[in-house]
């Protein structure tokens, strides 16, 4: 196959001459690269130019001829005219090849008129390589290739006309009889379609063109628009892009969709200059001033949420701080902790949301004197000012100098039973408990569990039961007992199991100071929790001094000499706290010392250097002076004696 280039009025022609004993595949790639450089250049950077029809169907034959597939041939007219100019004659190309419907002339022709003129034939069937310079590397039967178009750049074709434009070429035929068209884009002249052949139809007038968009104005002459005449129009309008047409007299509007959904001064881009997106869970992305969107960044904080902002969690993620859900907001960053108090004073981690204690979950009404009063039920603590450790009454409880100041906080109204201890033994881990979880919201030296204390705690629910079964008189029983048993209060339990207990069903132990204000009536400052009337020796206010139950007539019986919870109401405090006289003893978080001072909210922090932690109340064994409202006692932080239990305090 030999690339010829000669001219024909003015113009350049190329022909195709074929060799049927040479390869034919590269021959078309060569024959169109060349076509590129040499036979359409009128097209290249001319805004609005097409290829003609004639032209495609000419490249499209000579391909056609050559029995190249389809898609090779579609995508070699793409790289002949251009991306977005080649794609105006794919469709057609493609019909054309996949039929091989080509006319004897259309493989052939010559130049000037941009037609595909009467040639020698199809281009034969045999093999062929293409002489790009010199040299002979086959040849097939004879044939032409379209010439070049004509000054018009409009109609070509067999038939005159241009496919998806309203164009003709002067004097070349014409299919529908009165059609109006133009001589080319952004030209004057206008046309009609008389006797099959297209003919002058006048001259628009200057500062207008023929406009050669199908339908009712095609042929037409319009104003040239002005921002089409003193700059290339480029802009956007509701999201659109919008250009000047190829006649100048009208605007095209692309509409800025899927991938490129912005529209920057004219042009669809990716997206808008400096927004930005997340490529992944945890880099961002920053739009170009050019609107595309450059190379990922790592967000510092680790996540990317909504439109590429960076935070240090995950947006909608949840969790539990301490006691009080926290979510976090669309934009990374973690809300304020609200904790849970109230009936729901206990937040869920899995859920991060306040829900009943879970010590109370299924538990029946058993504690009161009549059995019949919620052993969950607590009560708010108004807050104020009084002095620890005195009454004014009782010798060496009659010194001020330890004045304390609480703020509101709610206290359960009954002791920790046996009941609700179960439920934390089911739920039971050595590291259930989260740093930081219990902290006193209302004192700032408080820091709540600190994961040391694992280590003090029993390694499973195994050892633990094992450890609550004391010697003397547990409460604790390995399977569960009667309404009276279950409703008694745990004993034999430390520090520890007690703040761990109280920490889990969403509490925390009392400071000294909220337990001393509790029991002495606050400003009250009385004697006994409920009063300063001395207890009889009856049972009517509290269990001490195995005076309970008075069946055994003051004997120690273990067992047997402790109270279900809240069975004395005469015996209540204030704010309706039973038992905070005998009964059992109860944890408070402080460890024993001197009582600190200034004191506003405060308690003494847990030291293991300290004799012990301080226990409050007195027990069911001990004499009348231990249920004094200022007595103090003091154990072991990990001894478990039958005369320990625990209360637990929460937010109000």
């Keep these: 196959m030999r690339l010829e280039q000669g001219t024909a009025a003015g113009a350049l022609s190329t022909q195709l001459v074929v060799d049927s004993s040479r390869s034919n595949g590269p021959v078309c790639a060569s024959l169109l690269r060349r076509l590129d450089a040499r036979v359409y250049p009128p097209f290249t950077g001319r805004v609005g130019a097409r290829p003609r029809w004639g032209q495609c ?29 080649g794609a105006a004659c794919s469709s057609q190309f493609k019909s054309c090849a996949d039929s091989r419907d080509c006319d004897p002339g259309d493989a052939g022709g010559s130049a ?89 139809n006048g001259t628009c007038a200057a500062g207008s063109n023929c406009d050669s968009t199908p339908g009712s104005s095609a042929g037409s002459c319009a104003p040239i628009l002005a921002q089409c005449t003193a700059s290339s129009l480029s802009t956007c309008s509701n999201g659109s892009a919008v250009a000047c047409g190829p006649d100048l007299v009208s605007t095209i509007t692309t509409a800025c969709t899927g991938s490129t959904p912005v529209c920057l001064s004219g042009a669809c881009v990716a997206c808008t200059p400096t927004s930005e997106q997340c490529s992944d869970a945890s880099h961002t992305q920053t739009c170009s001033p050019s609107g595309a969107w450059q190379d990922p960044t790592l967000c510092s904080g680790g996540y990317c949420n909504g439109a590429g902002v960076c935070g240090v969690c995950k947006a909608g993620a949840k969790q539990c701080i301490g006691n009080g859900p926290q979510t976090c907001s669309p934009s990374g960053v973690w809300s304020t902790v609200a904790a849970c108090a109230g009936v729901t004073p206990v937040c869920i981690a899995a859920t991060s949301t306040c829900v009943a204690r879970p010590s109370c979950t299924g538990l029946g009404y058993s504690c009161g004197p009549g059995g019949n009063l919620d052993c969950c039920g607590s009560s708010v603590v108004p807050g104020g000012s009084f002095y620890r450790g005195y009454d004014g009454v009782t010798p060496g409880y009659t010194s001020t100098a330890y004045p304390a100041t609480v703020s509101d906080f709610r206290l359960d109204d009954f002791e920790v039973t046996v009941g609700r201890f179960r439920k934390f033994v089911a739920a039971y881990s050595q590291s259930m408990i989260a740093a930081g979880a219990g902290k006193n919201p ?32 547990p409460t604790w029983s390995d ?49 006994y929790p409920w009063g300063n009337t001395a207890p009889p020796t009856s049972p009517l206010y ?8 008075t069946a055994l007539g003051g004997t120690c019986s273990g067992i047997l000499n402790i109270a279900p919870a809240g069975s004395f109401s005469l015996g209540n405090g204030k704010w309706s706290s039973a038992d905070l006289a005998g009964n059992i003893e109860e944890w408070v978080v402080d460890s024993f010392g001197v009582y600190p001072v200034p004191c506003t909210n405060c308690s003494a922090s847990f030291n293991a250097g300290s004799p012990g932690q301080v226990l409050r109340g007195g027990s069911y064994s001990q ?13 072991g932080s990990g001894d478990h004696y039958p005369t320990h239990g625990a209360r637990c305090a929460r937010l109000p």
Excluded: M
């Design 442 to 473: 209302n004192d700032a030296a408080d820091t709540g569990w600190a994961t040391a204390w694992n280590a003090q705690l029993e390694t499973n629910a195994t050892t633990l039961t094992a450890a609550i079964n004391c010697d003397g008189s």
């Design 57 to 85: 169907r000419a490249v499209c034959c000579a391909c056609g001829g050559f029995k190249v597939k389809t898609s090779y041939c579609v995508g070699l007219v793409l790289v002949v005219f251009g991306a977005l100019q």
């Design 623 to 635: 004499e009348a002076s231990t249920i004094l409202a200022s007595v103090r006692d003091v154990d």
């Design 479 to 527: 399977t569960p007992g009667d309404k009276t048993a279950e409703s008694r209060p745990i004993n034999c339990i430390d520090w520890f199991e007690a703040e761990a207990f109280c920490i889990w069903d969403g509490g925390r132990l009392p400071t000294e100071a909220e337990w001393n204000y509790v029991a002495s009536g606050g400003s009250e400052q009385r004697v």
């Design 542 to 549: 509290a269990a001490y001094n195995c005076d309970y139950p």
């Design 112 to 200: 000037g008129n941009g037609e595909a003129g009467g040639g020698a034939g199809r281009a034969g069937a045999g093999s062929g390589g293409a002489d790009l310079g010199g040299t002979d590397t086959g040849g097939v039967d004879s044939g032409s290739v379209a010439g070049a178009p004509d000054s018009n750049a409009g109609a070509g074709g067999e038939s005159g006309e241009t496919h998806g434009a309203a164009l003709g070429t002067l004097n070349q035929p014409c299919s529908v009889e009165g059609a109006y068209a133009c001589a080319g884009y952004a030209q004057q002249g206008q046309l009609i379609c008389s006797g099959g052949k297209w003919a002058a």
